[in-house]
């Protein structure tokens, strides 16, 4: 993590031998075209939530031109103070618009935007907006009811696994997405959650895919970022569910499906609408149908599961299936959303109940 | 009640693949920090030995070739340090956490191009019968070859530090390396092989990371295992069979709180995840109270550089 940034802080110093030296470009620089800004907080080998924000970066290079604009990406930057410190050095370094992706710079990023004004910024996951800083985010949930349509139909045991990471809304409502998809076809499901209270650390996610195996679970999903529960199901003739991206690669008889982030298209038009001066700030939260999110090819189950999984996707995309419409009770048996209702933006953005099929407790 | 058996099982299965890696890595530090050398780089060495590991058995689809290459690459790095600390004289605790800063980034970029593929994790060994009794049956004769090598080596290692004399005389350069010198020992030779030996250790313990554990490669995948097997050798205050002790109950209670979970105990996982730590100091506070065993067993010259003068 030093070592990126302590690389980048040099060559803005100049001192550009230091990077050519390690052969990984944290910078490219120019003199006339646009200049687009990326911080992300993992490193881009992460095969998860960092490596799709950067193909998403270099297909918008692809897509507008590279004698166009030109990206800057600084890699594994802790969220907190130092964000800030990086964000107001890509700013000064005359980055037209910079994407901060993760939730944690949020604050950093609205503390540079006010001293930036002319400057776009866009931030990842956020609630926050100014003037100049927008924010977006893909409805991760609905893949998730997906998978949890397929485990339901899937599973022997009538239990799946889910690999919690931290517990804050966004993956809570990824875990009642589950439980939705999943009582869809089989009211009497079941979820155990073990959380392991980080978002990467394929040992302990290996750990906590075999805790949850032993306890009788034979389909496992993720809200970590390795693929080490996907080899671990595979070891044990289990399945799962990739994160982020698709990672048939290492479990090619484990994966069901996976759900990918599809960053690229947005960040196409955000940047276009940057260079030409059409930028405004809004709030972005698309899903299947904006294809920010796209589910990886169905595999390793019977034909009628994936048809089962197609009707799913067909349906959230299409707007007939709404996945966190009533009844809903929380699994002490409170009526969380009423019959008929559905729950808007702002409820499922802060969502803080489980649902009813959940075993496990939400860590308060 | 054969469920609750079957779990027990399956949940010792688990603790014995999280404490290896922490084991082979102590077990290396140990005998580095015996011959008075402090080596901080144990996370760096791990992730190149976890790297270079994984890399070659992906490119020569050995597995064997693989621990090889964990190995040698651990102890390349290892003797980047001594060439450092013990011929240049460089400051050990510096240039150690200079060597996890420089293993983090020459992993990263060596596996750059590894990331997202599989490798068959090693092979169990089964051995015939024994591995079939029940209940003790799969955790002592069903597992893979490098757990049998954890304790092997550490045997090894605690003969050789106690029933040698090349150990005793690894002991007294690290208690004290003037008197071990003026006797005519090679004081810096000693120590540059403990601390090559304490870098294929470590390198063994990345390799296990990435062959064995989660057989993958991906940034950082260590999460920070080095440093726990910096913190193990303290807490075992230099004795190999604490540290075999430690290893388990760092690995135990972290399995631990992964079943408690999933048995639907109401206990905080953020308190669980907090209890190995805890139980570390605490045991620190309790040894430390009785100073003579510790000055016993820990080296007094650790850290210190050496310059033969004359």
């Known amino acids: ?364 | 009640m054969s469920g609750d058996i079957a779990q027990i099982v399956a949940a010792a299965l688990t603790v014995i693949t999280a404490a290896t890696p922490l084991l082979l890595a102590a077990t290396g530090e140990l005998v580095t920090e015996k011959s008075g050398v402090l080596n901080l780089g144990v996370e760096g060495m791990m992730l190149v030995g976890a790297i270079a590991g994984f890399a070659t058995a992906i490119t020569t689809g050995s597995s064997t070739l693989g621990i090889a290459a964990g190995v040698a690459a651990g102890a390349g790095m290892a003797l980047i340090f001594a060439v450092l600390t013990l011929t240049f004289l460089a400051n050990q605790v510096a240039t150690g956490l200079a060597l996890t800063i420089f293993g983090t980034g020459l992993s990263a970029l060596i596996g750059s191009g590894y990331v997202g593929i599989a490798v068959k994790p090693l092979p169990r060994l089964a051995i015939p019968v024994l591995s079939e009794l029940p209940l003790v049956g799969p955790i002592l004769f069903g597992q893979d070859v490098l757990i049998y090598t954890s304790f092997l080596l550490l045997a090894a290692v605690a003969y050789f530090l106690y029933r040698t004399h090349a150990g005793l005389v690894l002991r007294s350069i690290g208690d004290s390396h003037e008197a071990a010198h003026a006797i005519g020992y090679r004081v810096i030779g000693v120590r540059y092989l403990a601390t090559i030996f304490g870098g294929a250790m470590s390198g063994l313990g990345g390799a296990y990371m990435s062959l064995a554990y989660s057989p993958s490669w991906s940034e950082g995948m260590t999460a920070g295992r080095g440093w726990i097997a910096l913190a193990l050798v303290v807490f075992a205050t230099w004795r190999p069979a604490r540290l075999l002790a430690g290893a388990y109950l760092f690995g135990g209670i972290n399995i631990l709180q992964l079943y408690i979970q999933a048995w639907g105990w109401e206990i905080p996982s953020q308190f669980l995840t907090m209890l190995p730590y805890l139980a570390t100091v605490l045991v620190l506070v309790l040894i430390s109270r009785d100073q003579t065993r510790i000055r016993l067993n820990a080296p007094a010259c650790l850290g210190k550089p050496f310059y033969a003068a004359g």
């Open chain 1, 1 to 364: 993590m030093l070592r990126s940034r302590r690389t980048f802080t040099k060559m803005l110093g100049g001192t550009a031998a230091a990077a050519a030296v390690l052969g990984r470009p944290f910078i490219v620089r120019a003199a006339d075209p646009f200049k687009a800004g990326f911080i992300y907080v993992g490193p881009v080998a992460d095969f998860g939530w960092t490596h799709q924000h950067d193909t998403a970066r270099k297909a918008m290079e692809e897509a507008i031109g590279t004698d166009k604009v030109k990206t800057t990406y600084v890699e594994s930057v802790k969220e907190g103070p130092d964000a800030e410190r990086v964000i107001r050095e890509l700013a000064t370094a005359g980055h037209g618009i910079i994407f901060t992706t993760s939730f944690g710079f949020m604050n950093p990023t609205l503390k540079v935007a006010k001293d930036f004004p002319a400057v776009k910024f866009e931030h990842a996951t956020g609630y926050k907006r100014t003037e100049n800083v927008a924010t977006y985010n893909i409805r991760f949930y609905e893949g998730r009811y997906i998978q949890g349509v397929i485990a339901g139909k899937m599973s022997k045991s009538g239990t799946i696994g889910y690999i919690g990471s931290v517990p804050i809304p966004e993956v809570v409502m990824g875990m009642n997405a589950v439980a939705q998809g999943m009582r869809s076809v089989r009211p009497d499901g079941k979820i155990k959650i073990v959380w392991i209270n980080g978002w990467y650390d394929p040992g302990k996610e290996s750990d906590a895919t075999k805790a949850l195996i032993d306890q009788g679970c034979d389909i496992i999903c993720q809200h970590t970022d390795s693929g080490s529960p996907l080899q671990v199901a595979q070891e044990r003739g289990m399945h799962g569910f990739g994160q982020a991206s698709d990672m048939i690669s290492i479990a090619p008889k484990a994966q069901l499906t996976s759900s990918i982030d599809n960053w690229g298209p947005y960040y196409i038009d955000r940047v276009k609408a940057a260079m030409d001066g059409s930028w405004k700030s809004q709030d972005v939260w698309g899903g299947l149908k904006a294809d920010m999110l796209k589910m990886a090819p169905y595999t390793n189950m019977d034909d009628d599961v994936k048809a089962a999984a197609q009707a799913a996707e067909d349906g959230v995309k299409s707007g007939q299936i709404i996945i966190f419409k009533g009844p809903i009770k929380d699994q002490n048996g409170t009526l969380q959303v009423k019959d008929g209702e559905a729950l808007d933006d702002g409820k499922i953005a802060g969502m803080n109940w489980l649902a009813e099929g959940i075993e496990g407790k939400l860590p308060s």
